[in-house]
């Protein structure tokens, strides 16, 4: 690293622009949530927005030297920092253990009455007759076997359907995961996971942003069944639409051979 005022410092720049990308990154995950919405958060927000404009215009005037880089590294670290404790405070807030004992004991009343607390974005609403999560198809960009789909649907059906959370999840998180629901099932998939809206309860989370439905439970025992495709767009074939016919025709035998209802949109 050169000492030398006015130095390109590439080492310095290079972790500039990782903190900075850090601090980004942390704040979409704060911003998750209800808290995430309140004068701290919004003023890390503002701050992040500042330095990442200062940056930029330094680099833009060849500005961006080492003295200057290592100065903005230092900001940028400490207010990763910031936010990582905010998004710590987060998790250890009441709510959010209350929550998380709320679902991990199966108490749906107060899972629907404080998991708006915690999460942005969340609101209780009628749960819909039936709901859809689609089947994936295709590993690795290839179709997946009819008898592996066959097995996927009937774990699903006697282990009911694993919820998932990640970093940039929506509504849920990796301590508080949920399985995620359409009210349409998508046009552009050949099988789609029919969910009887009886078996989830009179009301169901929804993200106001995405419409989607989130149920936050270990694991969601409720499917009724598979929606089949009569056909696909002609950029989701693998190759032409008889193909497809004898993989549909093949698939929805299966399922009906292992005790799956079957629909289809004709039906």
């Known amino acids: 690293m050169s000492d030398e005022r006015g130095a390109p410092d590439e080492a310095a720049v290079t972790a500039l ?50 003295e200057a880089a290592r100065r903005l590294l230092a900001r940028a670290r400490e207010l990763a920092g910031r936010i990582e404790a905010a998004l710590d405070a987060v998790h250890a807030a009441p709510e959010y253990a209350a929550a998380a004992a709320a679902v991990a004991t199966g108490d749906r009343d107060q899972a629907l009455r404080l998991l708006p607390e915690v999460f942005a974005g969340l609101a209780p609403v009628p749960t819909p007759a039936a709901l859809y999560q689609a089947l994936a198809w295709r590993r690795r960009g290839r179709p997946r076997s009819v008898p592996d789909l066959v097995a996927e649907v009937l774990r699903a059906r006697d282990d009911g359907l694993a919820p998932e959370g990640d970093d940039l999840s929506r509504g849920a998180d990796t301590l508080l995961p949920a399985v995620v629901l359409l009210d349409v099932p998508p046009d552009d998939e050949p099988a789609v996971l029919r969910v009887d809206g009886a078996g989830i309860g009179p009301r169901i989370l929804r993200l106001d942003d995405t419409g989607e439905y989130l149920v936050h439970v270990p694991a969601l025992r409720a499917l009724a069944g598979v929606r089949v495709a009569d056909e696909l767009p002609a950029d989701e074939l693998e190759a032409s639409p008889a193909d497809y016919g004898r993989f549909r025709a093949e698939l929805v035998a299966a399922l009906e051979r292992a005790g799956v209802p079957v629909t289809t949109p004709s039906s």
């Open 17 to 66: 622009e990782a903190a900075v990308a850090d601090a980004g990154a942390l704040l979409l995950r704060v911003e998750r949530y209800r808290a995430g919405a309140g004068p701290a958060a919004v003023a890390l927000r503002r701050e992040a927005l500042l330095l990442g404009d200062e940056a930029r215009s330094l680099h833009r005037r060849g500005g961006l030297d080492g």
